[in-house]
Nanobody, 126 residues
Framework: VQLQAFGGGLVQAGGSLRLSCAAA????????MAWFRQAPGREREFVAA????????YYADSVQGRFTCSRDRSKNTMYLEMNSLKTEDTAVYYC????????????????????WGQGTLVTVSS
């Protein structure tokens, strides 16, 4: 499975960006897809995920209400619509997926994902 994330860039605080993650290859039925991010000097953290079984999204508290995670099944592509961006959203954003389903309580854990994209840089200026 190969993942390619793109759509990052430089945006002013309060602005918007949309990230895309295109997946190639088979991951098994209803494997979740997720977004993580890593800021300089910080550990990778969960941002959002989507349960492809029912298309239900899950969000970190820090982005709830500002970010929207969605998936186009026909294109095997996941999106992250980011609005009201803050300087603290600056990070490299990674998409991830895995083989098969997991219990939902683990959807925000990086260690459960088997495949990772290369990352796309989002820089939010003040």
């Amino acid at each position: 499975v190969q993942l390619q994330a793109f759509g990052g860039g430089l945006v002013q605080a309060g602005g918007s960006l949309r990230l895309s993650c295109a997946a190639a290859g088979r991951t098994g039925s209803y494997a979740p897809m997720a977004w993580f991010r890593q800021a300089p000097g910080r550990e990778r953290e969960f941002v959002a995920a989507i349960d492809t079984w029912n298309s239900r999204p899950y969000y970190a508290d820090s982005v709830q209400g500002r970010f929207t995670c969605s998936r186009d099944r026909s294109k095997n592509t996941m999106y992250l619509e980011m609005n009201s961006l803050k300087t603290e959203d600056t990070a490299v954003y990674y998409c991830a997926t895995r083989n098969g389903r997991i219990v939902i309580s683990s959807i925000n854990r990086a260690e459960v994902y088997h495949y990772w994209g290369q990352g796309t840089l989002v820089t939010v200026s003040s």
